[in-house]
């Protein structure tokens, strides 16, 4: 199964770039014809506007189960970098949860490390939307289930 949010971010950035870009340009003009005060209030705006790009942090998501090995890879929008922040069999999976923030949504996932100590990872999905997020998690536990049970089973 494979999720992702690529279109949906892409399409945000490029609008919310495009807002920029209009408010810069109504900011020259306007200091253009000496409405100094007017144009500190569009500057005002454009850097709420990318105060608010900040915060959001665009990462893209992509989800990848390919029966043994989960797969996730998070970057941000226009790095492109494609290695998977998160790639571990699913026998070594003990507990995901969705944890929602006031302006990001993250997976969590804990597991046992090599070491086997518990380690925690916090994957951002901020703009998954919540048909993605209930796939994702349902194939993740369904996943986590199944191994479990062949596990025990192998054991006996």
Avoid at 25 to 46: K, N, P, W
Avoid at 136 to 151: A, P, R, S, Y
Wanted: with cysteine; proline share 1%; aromatic share 12%.
């Amino acid at each position: 199964m494979k999720i992702n949010n690529k279109k949906k971010v892409i399409n945000h950035m490029i609008f919310q770039l495009v807002v920029i870009g209009l408010l810069l340009g109504t900011i020259i003009a306007l200091r253009f014809f000496d409405y100094h005060l007017i144009s500190m209030l569009f500057v005002f705006i454009t850097l709420l506007v990318l105060l608010y790009g900040k915060l959001k942090n665009r990462f893209i998501f992509e989800y990848e189960n390919s029966g043994e090995i989960l797969s996730i890879k998070s970057y941000q929008w226009l790095s492109g970098c494609k290695k998977p922040s998160f790639e571990m069999p699913h026998r070594k999976i003990l507990n995901i949860e969705i944890k929602e923030g006031i302006l990001k949504k993250y997976l969590v996932i804990m597991f046992s490390g090599s070491s086997e100590k518990v380690l925690r990872m916090d994957i951002d999905i901020t703009f998954c939307n919540d048909n993605q997020v209930n796939l994702l998690f349902k194939d993740i536990k369904k996943n986590m289930t199944i191994k479990h049970h062949e596990f025990i089973s192998d054991r006996r």
